[in-house]
T-cell receptor, first 114, second 109 residues
Framework: GAGVSQSPSNKVTEKGKDVELRCDPI?????LYWYRQSLGQGLEFLIY????????KSGLPSDRFSAERTGGSVSTLTIQRTQQEDSAVYLC????????????FGDGTRLSIL | GENVEQHPSTLSVQEGDSAVIKCTYS??????FPWYKQELGKGPQLIID?????GEKKDQRIAVTLNKTAKHFSLHITETQPEDSAVYFC????????FGAGTRLTVKP
C-alpha cells in the first residue's frame, strides 16, 4: 500500500527488555514523526525527523527512548529497559516536506509490558 | 508551549442530527489546525484542516470554523451517520503539533 506502515502491529514483552518499533513512511515524505497514545488519551509528541536528522527530540520522555532514521526513509524507535508505564500505542506519521503540512498516520504498534 | 483543550470528551447524537466539537488553543502563533478521525484499532486519519488566514472551510458534511481572536476552532458534522462514530482529535501547530484529548462521538441509528 501507499500509506505509512508500522511493525509489529502488536508487541508484548517483559519488563526490563528492550524493544524496537519500525516505521515505513510514505515514499518521498521527508518529515517523520513519532507519537505515543496511552489508553483513551490524546497523542503525545515524541520526536520529529527531517530527513535523517532530528531537529526536535523534546518529547522523548527519558533517556531510555531513542530513535533513528536511515536513508531518509525507515525509522526505528527503541525503548530500552522497558517499564510498565511504557505500555501504549506508538504511532508514526509522515508529511511530504515539513511541519506545516498534513501528517499521515500509520495504524500504530500496540506495546504491552508485562 | 501550545496547549489545546477539547470539549466535550464524549458526545452522543441521533442519526441525522448535527454534532459540534470545540477546541481552544493558547499560542497565538499557531497557524494550522487539523482535525483527525480515529476508528478503533486504526491510526488517526485527517478529515479536514484549516489555516489561520481562513475563517471557515467546508467539505461535504464536515465544516471547520476558526476564531483567531478568541483562539478557538470547531468541527461541525451535519446529517450524522452511524459510520461517523469514532474518536475525533483537534490539533494546533505553531511548531510541533499539539493534540486535544479527543472526543468520542457516538451516532445512534
Amino acid at each position: 500500500g501507499a500509506g505509512v506502515s508500522q511493525s509489529p502491529s502488536n508487541k508484548v514483552t517483559e519488563k526490563g527488555k528492550d524493544v524496537e518499533l519500525r516505521c515505513d513512511p510514505i515514499s518521498g515524505h521527508t518529515a517523520l514523526y513519532w507519537y505515543r497514545q496511552s489508553l483513551g488519551q490524546g497523542l503525545e509528541f515524541l520526536i520529529y525527523f527531517q530527513g535523517n536528522s532530528a531537529p526536535d527530540k523534546s518529547g522523548l520522555p527519558s533517556d531510555r527512548f531513542s530513535a533513528e532514521r536511515t536513508g531518509g526513509s525507515v525509522s526505528t524507535l527503541t525503548i530500552q529497559r522497558t517499564q510498565q508505564e511504557d505500555s501504549a500505542v506508538y504511532l508514526c506519521a509522515s508529511s511530504p516536506r515539513g511541519r506545516d503540512q498534513p501528517q499521515h498516520f500509520g495504524d500504530g504498534t500496540r506495546l504491552s509490558i508485562l | 508551549g501550545e496547549n489545546v483543550e477539547q470539549h466535550p470528551s464524549t458526545l452522543s447524537v441521533q442519526e441525522g442530527d448535527s454534532a459540534v466539537i470545540k477546541c481552544t488553543y493558547s499560542d497565538s502563533a499557531s497557524n494550522y489546525f487539523p482535525w483527525y478521525k480515529q476508528e478503533l484499532g486504526k491510526g488517526p486519519q485527517l478529515i479536514i484542516d484549516i489555516r489561520s488566514n481562513v475563517g471557515e472551510k467546508k467539505d461535504q458534511r464536515i465544516a471547520v470554523t476558526l476564531n483567531k481572536t478568541a483562539k478557538h476552532f470547531s468541527l461541525h458534522i451535519t446529517e450524522t451517520q452511524p459510520e461517523d462514530s469514532a474518536v475525533y482529535f483537534c490539533a494546533a501547530r505553531p511548531n510541533d503539533m499539539r493534540f486535544g484529548a479527543g472526543t468520542r462521538l457516538t451516532v445512534k441509528p
